[in-house]
């Protein structure tokens, strides 16, 4: 995720790295040369047909309804994959706090919750990370991780067995086991509400469909405009396309938050701040107790 000042008004009105200007330049290239064309040819005496701007203006309307949905939906999706990606932190710093308070053998259980959260940010991501889970677990606990292609499930799995390994041996109170096995639960639901965000992509017709409008909607936008505004026509052309495909670039760069775009969520800095904070509790309040 790009930081920012969002008081510092000419930053953020003139700046190009982290915007989604890269990504549409030669999109709006095509659209000035498209009507620097119509220009020219009108210039040379050839009759250029004039679009009724009347069913344009409604075909813009429309086209901006759907644009407007889409950046919702986007947003929902960026927002929610925030939400169920910190609820995973939250429910795994629990998950050692109570390991901590209720148990002598907390650093088994920050690292079974580490090795939860780096397996889950590696699969969002669709990558392996089979590496630096055997710095963290033991080849005992990798066993159980390759039998299976949901690593989060088997590394849950190992923490519950943490759990009721303590409750056999009289450590922890049924009441305190209940507590810790929901939080697994929270564990659970939450990665399989990023699962959902992840695998279930805006609906290809309806993307589809908006590309294909946008595409009609700025090819002809010239035929209107140039007629009417000669060479600024040009540049209002530029300017329109800019705003919509700009828009509509903007919810696709966010539509998948947990990827490495420079606007998408900041995972590796929660999942660092989250080691720092695990690393505390073991050490220092464990320490302490």
């Known amino acids: 995720m790009k930081k920012y000042d969002n008081k510092d008004w000419a930053r953020l009105t003139f700046v190009y790295h982290g915007t989604v200007l890269p990504r549409i330049w030669r999109r709006l290239l095509a659209i000035a040369l498209i009507a620097l064309a119509v220009q020219l040819l009108s210039l040379v005496g050839i009759r250029i047909p004039k679009f009724e701007s009347l069913g344009h203006t409604l075909i813009g309307l429309s086209l901006g309804l759907l644009i407007v949905f889409r950046n919702n939906s986007s947003y929902d999706r960026y927002w929610d994959g925030r939400k169920s990606f910190g609820a995973i932190l939250n429910a ?15 650093k088994e259980m920050a690292t079974l919750v580490t090795a939860y959260v780096v397996a889950t940010k590696s699969r969002l991501r669709g990558e392996t990370a089979t590496e630096k889970l055997q710095e963290i677990l033991a080849p005992s606990q990798m066993a159980l991780v390759h039998q299976t292609k949901n690593v989060p499930l088997a590394i849950g799995i190992q923490i519950s067995t943490f759990i009721h390994k303590h409750l056999e041996a009289g450590i922890i109170t049924p009441e305190q086991t209940i507590s810790m096995e929901n939080l697994v639960t929270e ?8 699962d959902r965000i992840r695998n279930t992509p805006i609906p290809f017709c309806h993307a589809a469909h908006i590309n294909q409008l946008l595409f009609i909607y700025l090819a002809t936008l010239p035929l209107v405009l140039v ?4 060479w600024t026509g040009i540049a209002i052309s530029v300017i329109i396309a800019f705003g919509l495909i700009g828009i509509d670039a903007a919810g696709i760069e966010i539509e998948d938050p947990f990827g490495r775009d420079l606007n998408d969520l900041p995972i590796d800095d929660l999942c660092a701040s989250f080691e720092y904070d695990v690393e505390f509790l073991v050490t220092h309040i464990m ?3």
Do not use: I, Q
């Not at 564990?187 to 990023?194: D, E, I, R, T």
């Not at 007629?227 to 000669?230: D, E, F, T």
């Open 92 to 106: 795994g710093r629990s998950l050692v706090r109570a390991a901590v308070a209720y148990t002598n053998e907390s």
């Open 187 to 194: 564990l659970s639901n939450n990665l399989s509400a990023c």
């Open 227 to 230: 007629p009417v505004a000669s």
């Open 287 to 289: 320490h302490n107790h």
